[in-house]
């Protein structure tokens, strides 16, 4: 069959490849999304969406759609730690259901408790309402090959065994952490390989809280003599959990036998059940040593491999689908500049790298049971010596795990401080936050939220194309920035805002916001060249990496 033209090939219809071919759709770009399977998710993996993930969900219009989710909006989100099910709860953090879940002062989102195989739905039926998305199921990617002047990929129906091949500008492997687009260019992984052998087992149980006494929860830690050594979550507020038993970092095949008897111990008897599915899997702490070559870009769990505490994982990989998105569609438009799209790996590498570090510390409290804080055998018999016991190693364990429940420093803090596209202002740069996160509208930054309006947020101002924001009163026009940005044919939006709460927060007159809603320049007077500032945050101008850590520092 004669080859197909894609301006992006996209391969892997997960999440990430999801969002990027409707990032792409959204902004008028065509694309073909591949994926081998039939799309169906048997095994949900990841459940929580974050809270800068629930912001691109509003710049794309399916923030309502994923808020609407069927996963029960009043089921309580506790974390619980006991013994079993039936035997001696050791503590509590209590959370309201998503639902009722105030909105954080930062942002106008919050995060959303969504499955995947509910997220994943609603993510592919808007990506593919645009007429320039073309998705297609059972195709499986066996070779590629970067010719210079675009990729030529061969490509295989699995049901026929037909191939065919697909010509691209640009391809994109969101193919999971085996991915083959990653593997066949040769790039290898640095970190941790194995942190865990882990057993995953998706459950149905009806009447599954009438059979103990602790009430509903979304996850609970089981604790043994052993440690930590098993987790149970609501999967969808409803019939449906996954059990996962830890185990170490030696391998370890758990049998049925084995999988049984684990339910049994974590509810504290025998009861009844059914296995939708187990799916064998090693928790890894891995970053890849590159982030593309050529005309061959990775995004997602290809890039980056990470322990799921924290819910990390497939929310750094929608950031690296709005990076790399909002760069190919300057590139394919003709204003990105040559160098744009070397500026994915230079963004995106350090905030994979500290995330996954994130997790991994995460990991490391949650078996803190089994490691360096052993139960005592009092927390396991009955009695006021035993009630003490569990008070205080509980207040013990619920106090640590605050870590992982507060994440924001994580999910909306990352900043790109020392890119070669951001023109820094010469403030220092503060330290990059953990569980807490404060707003900062320093170059590299994601842009602040403040209300503009009854509903209305500063974010909602930006995602296509460049936004030039005037703040205050008597504010420089900028026409020399807009001149440049023209002369470059950049996208560039004008928005005066006169209040005083985002003048405050922004803390300059003039603010330049990127397509993916970073800060990328900022000042109290128009710049003396606008054609070098245009050139510098397009990827076309004369500042190297070097330059701007040195221009940061």
Known sequence: MAATHTPVLIIGAGPIGLALAGDLGWRGVACTLIEKSDGRVEHPKMDLIGVRTMEFCRRWGVADRVRDAPYPGDYPQDYVWLTALNGYELGREKFPGRALEALPKESPQKRERVPQDMFDPIIKQWATEFPSVTLQHNTELVGFEDRGSHVAATVRDTGSGATREITADYMIGTDGGASFVRETLGIGMSGHPALTYTTN???????????????????????????????????????????????????????DDDIHAALTRAMGKPFDYEILSVLRWVRRELVADSYGRGRIYLAGDSVHLTSPTGALGMNTGMQDAVDLGWKLDAVLKGWGGANLLATYEIERKPVAVRNIKASTDNLERMLAPRTTHKPPPEVFQPGAAGDAARKQYGDWYTELMRHEWFMNGYHLGYRYDASPIVWPDGTPAPPLEGQVYRQIARPGARAPHVWIGEGRSTLDLF????????????TPAGDRIVRAFAAAGVPLRVEALQMPAVRALYERALVLVRPDGHVAWRADREPDDGAALADCVRGAGRLSQTQAIERAS
């Open 201 to 255: 087992v998706i459950f149905r149980c009806p009447n599954f809280a009438k059979l103990h006494d602790k009430g509903l929860g979304y996850r609970f830690i089981f604790i043994g003599p052993e440690g930590t050594w098993l987790t149970i979550v609501a999967i969808n507020g409803g019939d449906r959990f996954r059990m996962s038993i830890v185990g170490s970092p030696e391998k370890v095949t758990h049998s």
């Open 463 to 474: 995602g296509k194309g460049f936004v030039l924001l005037r703040l205050g009163v008597a």
